[in-house]
Nanobody, 125 residues
Framework: VQLQASGGGLVHAGGSLRLSCQASGFRFDYAFIGWFRQAPGREREGVSTIRTSDGYVYVADSVKGRFTISTDNANHRVYLQMNSLKPEDTAVYFC???????????????????WGQGTLVTVSS
């Protein structure tokens, strides 16, 4: 299994970025694929996860209405469109895949089986 995250960068508050996660090595249409983030000194936080079998989406309250997760099933990619970015969104963003039911819920990062390397998002005020 491989997950390759990209698309991070520096953006002003109010701006947008789109993160991409290229996935391979597992059945893409039957998995939980999520985006997590971790800021310095803080715990890893679930941002949004999609259940690829039916497209069901889980979203953290902190990003609801601003971030949107989506998939390109043909190319095995997962996107995180981030709009109206805030300085508190600054973090390293990771994509992860869960190949089984997510014990403890979608926010439980320990329930995911494989992780990408992370991409840094910095939002300046």
């Amino acid at each position: 299994v491989q997950l390759q995250a990209s698309g991070g960068g520096l953006v002003h508050a109010g701006g947008s970025l789109r993160l991409s996660c290229q996935a391979s090595g597992f059945r893409f249409d039957y998995a939980f694929i999520g985006w997590f983030r971790q800021a310095p000194g803080r715990e890893r936080e679930g941002v949004s996860t999609i259940r690829t079998s039916d497209g069901y989406v889980y979203v953290a309250d902190s990003v609801k209405g601003r971030f949107t997760i989506s998939t390109d099933n043909a190319n095995h990619r997962v996107y995180l469109q981030m709009n109206s970015l805030k300085p508190e969104d600054t973090a390293v963003y990771f994509c992860a895949v869960g190949l089984h039911d997510l014990t403890g819920g979608w926010r439980n990062w320990r329930a995911y089986d494989h992780w990408g390397q992370g991409t840094l998002v910095t939002v300046s005020s």
